[in-house]
């Protein structure tokens, strides 16, 4: 039970950062140049105790889907959020996931971005 709150509040600090988020617009565009890219913010690795942030990019708003697995496919943040048009931060506070490899997946209106990081 006490890993399901530590999950649990790994899920709505992600939430929380997510909804504070939009900086910019960018210009309107049509479906077949819709975009959505992620990078981190620094490194792609943190200590144990930490925080990792990712920016997200979109030239459109829509609803997406998160999801944080390790390597073994194990899933530790699975979460839907509005991703509005220009950039997005995302804050991943890894205080309660174990070192490892782990794999974060953004799913948005047919896009999807993909990125990996350690938590040593």
Avoid: C, W
Wanted: net charge neutral; charged share 20%.
């Amino acid at each position: 039970m006490k890993t399901f709150a530590k999950i649990l509040s790994l899920v709505l600090l992600v939430i929380t950062t997510f909804a504070a988020a939009p900086v910019t617009k960018a210009a309107s565009h049509s479906d077949d140049e819709r975009t959505l890219q992620m990078r981190f913010l620094g490194r792609d690795y943190v200590t144990a105790g930490s925080a990792l942030t990712a920016e997200l990019t979109s030239t459109f708003d829509a609803t997406a889907e998160l999801t944080v697995e390790n390597s073994t496919g194990k899933r530790f943040v699975e979460t839907q959020f509005e991703v509005n048009e220009g950039f997005n931060l995302v804050k991943f506070n890894v205080a309660e996931i174990p070192a490892g490899i782990y794999f974060v997946k953004v799913k948005s209106d047919g896009k999807v971005q993909h990125l990996s990081f350690v938590v040593r």
